[in-house]
Structures are given as C-alpha cells and as structure tokens.
C-alpha cells in the first residue's frame, strides 16, 4: 500500500538552529509531486514547497529546502536558521496518491 | 489565495442528527477531496471527486456520504453523526494535467480553512 511515513512525532530546536525533519514514502509512481505542508497552531495549512520527482535539483524556498533522495524514497525537509514562528505542525505528502504524513510537530526554543 | 470556502466553519450537534458540511471553490478546479484531522492521525482523507459526480472513497468513508452536483461544490454528509466523527474537516482542492516527465501539473493541494464538527 502506499504510504508515508514521518517518524518523528514531535521535535524541538533552538532558535536559529537548523533541523531536519524526516519523511520517507512508498509509492510505485515513477512520476510523482511531493509537498510539505505546515499548519500552525491558527489551523491553516500552507504549502511549503515542492519536489518533483523527475526535478534533478533538490528544491529550495527561502529558508525551506529538501534532502530528496529518490532512490530512498526520502524527501526529508531542512528548515535553516529556525524561528519562533517555525512552530507548528509539518506534513510530508503526496496528494496525488492521495497519501499524507502523520505529521511532525515542531517546536522552536528561544 | 485558492477561493474556497466552507460551511459552516464550527458545529455543535447531537448523536443521532445528520449534519452536511460545504466546500465551496472559485478556481474551476476538477478535484476535490474532504479530510478529517484528529490528533496522532495526521490527515486522513474522506472521500474526494475526480469530476462532477464522479467521487471515490478514501481510507475513513464509513459512516460519511458524498455528492457534488456542481464543479464548484462538493458536499459532505453525516446521515447520522457519532461521536467519533467529533473532528477538524478540511476540504481541499487541485488540478493535474497528464502525467508526463515535464508537463503535468504539480497536484497542489489547496485547503479550506477547516470546520470544528462536535458531536456530543
């Protein structure tokens, strides 16, 4: 079946620290879009970014960037210099597969 | 902003009543799926519509029905709600073109803003 799967359910990090925050998937897909999504504690979800999985460069946006190992079957997502406002809940997904992450929340430290 | 909009965004109901929930969208968008989001279980996907009344379930369809008449609405419905439906409902939509190696649409999801379903 296919499926993702955050393994970290909660996380801490200090202010202006960098953290990784894992994400491994399985799908039979060759072609495929993997999103990261953040909810903060307001409820909304936004979308981070994006990897295609045909994208030979790892994504980047501002401060969010992706440790995509496709042969893993990885996408980790890498937020640099963390903030107070990085706090919240992070999901790894791959809507077209209709396939979402239990999530991974996160908490930045002052 | 993605246009849409759901209804009503916070309810309180008894066991036993039916209760529809509203996804409204502007963007013309074919799909369009409704989640619930419960603690430790991320979010699971309800069902969700390919196309005017072309719908499918997804991993937690029991106990929920679905219609959408329209390419702009799509409407969720509990015949008789439980307290195990207490949840956040999130409607949410996207495009996709062909799949192909460079020319297919991302599949974004775009969310609605959620609505708090009780059920006491």
């Known amino acids: 079946a296919q499926k993702i799967t955050q393994t970290q359910p909660g996380m801490f990090v200090q202010e202006k620290e960098a953290v990784t925050l894992d994400c491994t998937y399985d799908?039979?897909?060759?072609?495929?879009?993997l999103f990261w999504y953040k909810q903060p504690s307001s409820g909304e979800m936004i979308f981070l970014i994006y990897?295609?999985?045909?994208?030979?460069q790892n994504a980047t946006e501002g401060r969010y960037s992706l440790n995509f190992q496709k042969a893993r079957k990885s996408a980790n997502l890498v937020i640099s210099a963390s903030q107070l406002g990085d706090s919240a809940m992070y999901f790894c997904?791959?809507?077209?597969?209709?396939?979402f992450g239990k999530g991974t929340k996160l908490s930045v430290k002052p | 902003d993605a246009g849409i909009t759901q209804s009503p965004r916070h309810k309180v109901t008894e066991t036993g009543t039916p209760v529809t929930l509203r996804c409204h969208q502007t963007?013309?968008?074919?799909?369009m799926y409704w989640y619930r989001q419960d603690p430790g279980h991320g979010l699971r996907l309800i069902h969700y519509?390919?196309?005017?009344?072309?719908?499918d379930k997804g991993e937690v369809s029991d106990g929920y029905s679905v219609s959408r008449s329209k390419t702009e609405d799509f409407l969720l419905t509990l015949e008789s709600a439980t307290s195990s439906q207490t949840s956040v409902y999130f409607c949410?939509?996207?495009?996709?073109?062909?799949?192909?190696?460079?020319?297919?649409?991302?599949?974004?999801?775009?969310f609605g803003e959620g609505s708090r379903l009780t059920v006491l």
């Open positions: 949410a939509i996207s495009d996709f073109s062909d799949r192909g190696k460079t020319s297919w649409n991302t599949g974004e999801l775009f």
């Open positions: 799908t039979s897909d060759q072609s495929y879009g």
């Open positions: 990897q295609g999985s045909y994208d030979e």
């Open positions: 997904a791959i809507p077209r597969n209709l396939i």
């Open positions: 963007e013309n968008h074919r799909y």
């Open positions: 519509s390919y196309g005017v009344k072309d719908t």
